[in-house]
């Protein structure tokens, strides 16, 4: 018998047993929350919240990443803030993100799924879901993706032969200024296509210049602020234009998916798999043959592994190739040593992915380039899996968690100059490339990018192909000090709109 059994037996309880029982009550609670306090210990700290709104008032929502590097520096590198009510714990510098993320893989292993993410994958996929079904799905596409040549000759013969096609459609615009970013996301596109279909697209195929253009529209309207108090509020914030835009989106590039999907389920072959939706549904067939129960290989996953697979194979490699060329205009003397040493290692033959380690200021500059832009300040946010004790903090199961990649990247105790272009950070006193543990663009731990081997090589071999057949320079009456690099709002960051001229060197 309970507490509360024991007060309801007493038929008349007198004032004098109720008093006793309340005090008794709350001197059992006193009791309980201090014991709970001594076992979990301290919670991070953090600002001074406001009902309702929490922290919102002290961040910039467009640009959400400073604000957070900034209460880092009062807060240290584990402190707590709140969005709305949703509690946040925010992982700033190398030494805390890399602990939390490697160290505490499996703690801190978990995705938070904000509502806009869940209104487009509803859990689905491999990007925005958890448990055995992400587990499952992650596996089957880095086997599939190695199986299919990322990191492999196979995939570098599939670049170099997009690099064509790139170039060819720079060469159109005869050395006039044009804006960067249609080509160079059709090309990166192109490569997961190429993978996932098993053939690229044409650059005028308006079925594939409209799911481009859709992916990445939907990425920038993400990191906008209406989407950030959406994800804060999501009952009262649902009307707002940019979610419908992300809705009416997805729902067309899912179907578009679909009809890709069912003209290779109609000339599927057996035998041989052309790229990974091939694969994905001769599992399927096989699972349900064999009469699999609550098989993971469903008709949502499929779809919504391939719309991960394509938006992010899409934007982010493009997006860092984008400011490799600005970076390049804005500042010509490197452009220079990197070309000396192009024609150097490489002369007029085509550019391999083994001429790298012969290209140690190449490396250098692509590899400074990603630390520079950032694209990816916040990551996608994690959740914890469990209750952990992380640096003498209690952090509570199911908390929402920020690993600060670009707190990591801007480490003043890890780069001698962490706000500026400099390739030296990646150099020895003799000019051979050296490797950084703070170099973390592709995040680490469980979640880090499966996709890395492949960005890598596409980073390299684009970035070399094109510095090899074109000089970038600013538009005429633009100097380098005019060229901005200020990013654009937007879940990852791009360069804000712009235009270079592509000066053919032949």
């Not at 920020?402 to 780069?415: H, K």
Request: aromatic share 10%; glycine share 6%.
């Amino acid at each position: 018998m309970d507490l509360l059994d024991t007060f309801a037996s007493f038929s008349s309880p007198s004032p004098t047993i109720l008093l006793g029982g309340v005090f008794t009550l709350l001197a059992l609670y006193l009791i309980s929350t201090s014991f709970t306090f001594k076992e979990k210990g301290k919670e991070p700290p953090g600002p001074r919240r406001l009902p309702v709104l929490g922290n919102l008032l002290q961040l910039d929502l467009k640009r959400p990443y400073q604000s957070l590097c900034e209460l880092s520096k009062k807060y240290g590198s584990v402190y707590t803030v709140y969005f709305g009510s949703n509690k946040v714990v925010v992982l700033a510098g190398y030494q805390a993100v890399k602990e939390a993320l490697v160290n505490y893989a499996d703690e801190f292993g978990d995705r938070y799924i904000s509502p806009i993410f869940y209104d487009t994958t509803q859990g689905h996929g491999i990007l925005f879901a958890n448990g055995d079904s992400w587990k499952e799905m992650r596996r089957f596409a880095i086997t599939t993706l190695r199986d299919f040549g990322m990191g492999k000759k196979m995939a570098e013969e599939k670049i170099l032969e997009e690099s064509l096609y790139l170039i060819q459609m720079l060469e159109k615009h005869k050395g006039k200024p044009l804006d960067t970013s249609c080509p160079l996301n059709y090309a990166t596109s192109n490569i997961i296509s190429s993978i996932v279909y098993g053939s690229r697209f044409e650059y005028d195929d308006p079925r594939f210049t409209n799911m481009v253009k859709r992916a990445n529209e939907t990425i920038r309207l993400t990191g906008s602020a209406s989407i950030q108090l959406y994800n804060t509020f999501p009952r009262l914030v649902r009307w707002t234009k940019n979610r419908q835009l992300i809705l009416k989106n997805a729902e067309m590039n899912l179907k578009e998916i679909k009809n890709l999907v069912t003209h290779l389920k109609q000339t599927l072959n057996l035998h041989s798999c052309r790229g990974l939706v091939d694969c994905f549904l001769l599992r399927k067939q096989k699972e349900e043959e064999l009469c699999v129960v609550n098989s993971h290989f469903n008709e949502k996953n499929f779809i919504f592994t391939i719309s991960n697979l394509f938006a992010a194979g899409t934007d982010t490699t493009a997006a860092t190739l984008k400011w490799s060329l600005l970076l390049m205009a804005k500042y010509p003397r490197i452009q220079d040593q990197v070309q000396e040493e192009l024609s150097r290692v490489v002369g007029d033959r085509q550019v391999r992915v083994e001429d790298r380690k012969n290209m140690p200021y190449t490396d250098a500059v692509i590899h400074e380039t990603q630390r520079f832009a950032n694209i990816a300040p916040l990551a996608i946010p994690h959740k914890t899996a469990r209750d952990v004790t992380f640096q003498g903090y209690f952090i509570k199961e199911g908390t929402i968690v920020f690993p600060l990649l670009c707190s990591v990247l801007t480490d003043q105790t890890q780069w001698q100059s962490p706000h500026t272009f400099n390739p030296s950070h990646f150099l020895d006193g003799e000019g051979k490339f050296i490797r950084s543990d703070a170099f973390m663009p592709f995040s680490a731990g469980r979640r880090v990018c499966l996709g890395e081997s492949l960005a890598k090589m596409e980073l390299f071999l684009f970035f070399t192909s094109l510095l090899q057949r074109f000089r970038f320079t600013p538009p005429p009456g633009v100097t380098e000090d005019e060229l901005d690099l200020t990013a654009a709002v937007g879940f990852t960051l791009s360069p804000s709109p712009h235009k270079l001229c592509a000066v053919s060197r032949q």
